[in-house]
T-cell receptor, first 113, second 114 residues
């Protein structure tokens, strides 16, 4: 069945260090993946996406890596800042399911000063 | 752009009452999605529309839930009658046809059914 999961429910990182948030997916038919950030009291916010024909994509301070062999996705945040504190969700889209995306359970990132 | 607008932001009601949640998508977006978020079940897709037409409502919990999109700039999610287990944060999101998987979320409506 379709499922998107996360390795760790919480992650604590020292301010200034890099953060790595991991995600596993089980559906090999998934061809598009998205990372969302959700701050307390707000809706999820799009961060970065990657298609299955790529293995790496970079944005501003963020990098997403995709390993299709082991069905693994990661989000790397460089020089983590207090404003990065949030819950991060990975989500997958299965082309046959049109616009429907499935969200993982989320990882809470907390920043130590 | 104002982003996705949802109202009300908070709703407290008693079991058995009708609840109506409202959403205004981003102008020009062709897709509109309704989600429910709880601690136990995470973020669940309830229903989505394309060009005002419901495409997939398989996530709607039961007949007590209904959603409409009478025009491109407005959608409602109605719960009648409401039950305590419906307590959750309900999000509306929209996306454009050229990038339909990239969804922009509203601030959500926090619903508490007593």
């Amino acid at each position: 069945g379709e499922s998107v999961g996360l390795h760790l429910p919480t992650l604590s990182v020292q301010e200034g260090d890099n953060s790595i948030i991991n995600c596993a997916y089980s559906n090999s038919a998934s061809d598009y993946f998205i990372w969302y950030k959700q701050e307390s009291g707000k809706g999820p916010q799009f961060i970065i996406d990657i298609r299955s024909n790529m293995d790496k994509r970079q944005g501003q301070r963020v990098t997403v890596l995709l390993n299709k062999t082991v069905k693994h996705l990661s989000l790397q945040i460089a020089a983590t800042q207090p404003g990065d504190s949030a819950v991060y969700f990975c989500a997958e889209n299965i082309y046959s399911s049109a616009s429907k995306i499935i969200f993982g359970s989320g990882t809470r990132l907390s920043i130590r000063p | 752009d104002a982003g996705v607008i949802q109202s009300p932001r908070h709703e407290v009601t008693e079991m058995g009452q009708e609840v109506t949640l409202r959403c205004k998508p981003i102008s020009g977006h062709d897709y509109l999605f309704w989600y429910r978020q709880t601690m136990m079940r995470g973020l669940e897709l309830l229903i989505y529309f394309n060009n005002n037409v419901p495409i997939d409502d398989s996530g709607m919990p039961e007949d007590r839930f209904s959603a409409k999109m009478p025009n491109a700039s407005f959608s409602t999610l109605k719960i009648q009658p409401s039950e305590p287990r419906d307590s959750a944060v309900y999000f509306c999101a929209s996306s454009e046809a050229g990038s339909k998987e990239t969804q922009y979320f509203g601030p959500g409506t926090r619903l508490l059914v007593l």
